[in-house]
């Protein structure tokens, strides 16, 4: 295949370009840029600023409001924003969900709920992870029991990003209890603020409240939320996973990282020399880039298969990727040194204009290492991953 642009995907991201550096506010800019923690109405009001200009859904079709791109120009926008230092489009409701309702909702569900996640009307969350079933997903127990015109769900959800700020969660419920574990799952779409429903933070390492338990406590979910067939949610949950694993890579994101520890490591001295004229440092960081290179000409390759939906190559993006996200944190905190280990949570928050370390780079640094070591276990682990690798790639 030939990986160069075209004149007319260039001028495409000339066009992205300047949409960006006319509207992208200065102080979500500077939050992304050095590594700060983005509030709920920071994501929303991002979204909404795409949303008017028709690209809060790159990869949506046109005939469901999306612009209709290309994959190289989707990629291109990707990377467009990740240098620009815009905050994440949240792939819940664009990315994740909205996918499932297009190729197995009923009509009545993708008239109601595409145009809600197009404007931000509804924050969704994503209801799969369980205490007893995470990477061995199929082995979820929240149960959905019918009644009437009504499932009954019982059970509890973990790990489960945002869930303090969602309006609404698609959930996998066992419907079916007698059959092959993977034979009995169904795709419910659940509103969060149904009586019943308890989330309870958890408060990671980095002392911040990302993750949530979800409780399910005989919480009544209308038989039309159900999405496609009862007892086939596993099929849409494989479906939906490929497009959440094809999204982590983040190629642009590590893109604009690679740049931040470049600049970081040549301000920062060892020796009386600034760091990444260090031999060793600086081959651990050519490395790096080579390898995300790599990982960017892959991505391309994934990307000319558009008309396919995200199969096993999805795996290989998401290992990589995450690898890739967690040796850029490693070196920036091998950068920072003892300057890393410091941070204060209401700095992090923006909520003061110094960092206790004295060095407002480096202050955030050890938050971000600690976040980015999720990576290779969210959207399944990446030991799970090299197992799919094994079986469907390599066929072994």
Not at 53 to 65: I, M, Y
Request: net charge negative; charged share 20%; glycine share 8%.
């Amino acid at each position: 295949m030939d990986l160069n642009y075209t004149s007319e995907d260039l001028a495409f991201r000339d066009s992205v370009r300047a949409f960006l550096d006319a509207n992208l506010p200065r102080d979500l800019q500077q939050k992304v840029r050095k590594h700060l923690r983005l509030a709920r109405a920071d994501y929303v009001r991002w979204h909404r600023i795409l949303a008017a200009q028709g690209w809060a859904a790159p990869g949506w079709p046109a005939e469901f409001g999306g612009p209709g791109w290309t994959p190289v120009q989707r990629h291109l926008f990707d990377e467009e924003c990740a240098r620009a230092g815009t905050p994440p489009i949240l792939p819940f409701g664009v990315n994740m969900v909205a996918p499932v309702i297009m190729a197995f909702g009923s009509q009545a569900q993708k008239d109601h709920y595409l145009p809600r996640i197009l404007s931000c009307e509804d924050w969704w969350c994503q209801g799969y992870s369980e205490p007893g079933a995470g990477s061995d997903l199929a082995s979820l127990t929240t149960s959905a029991t019918r009644d009437g015109d009504c499932y009954v769900v019982n059970g509890q959800k973990t790990w489960t990003t945002l869930a303090q700020h969602a309006d609404m969660i698609f959930c996998l419920v066992r419907t079916d209890s007698t059959v092959r574990k993977q034979e009995g799952i169904s795709f419910l779409l659940i509103d969060m603020h149904s009586p019943g429903i308890t989330v309870r933070p958890i408060l990671m390492l980095d002392e911040d409240h990302e993750v949530n338990e979800v409780f399910f406590d005989q919480v009544r979910v209308p038989v039309q939320n159900l999405v496609g067939q009862e007892n086939k949610g596993w099929t849409y949950a494989k479906y939906l996973l490929g497009h959440e694993r094809t999204g982590i890579a983040a190629v642009g994101r590590s893109k604009r990282e690679l740049a931040f520890l470049k600049k970081f490591a040549a301000t920062h001295t060892k020796n009386g020399l600034p760091l990444l004229h260090d031999a060793l440092f600086a081959a651990k960081v050519a490395t790096l880039e080579i390898e995300l290179m790599a990982l960017e000409m892959t991505v391309l390759r994934v990307l000319a298969q558009a008309h396919q939906a995200p199969g096993p190559e999805a795996s290989v993006l998401k290992v990589r990727g995450t690898e890739i996200q967690q040796t850029l944190t490693e070196l920036m905190l091998e950068a920072a040194g003892p300057m890393a280990l410091p941070f204060d949570p209401a700095y992090l928050e923006g909520g003061q204009p110094h960092s206790v370390a004295g060095d407002d780079e480096a202050a955030p640094l050890a938050a971000h290492y600690f976040n980015m070591r999720k990576t290779s276990i969210y959207g399944g682990s990446n030991e799970i991953q090299r197992n799919i690798i094994t079986q469907m790639i390599l066929g072994l």
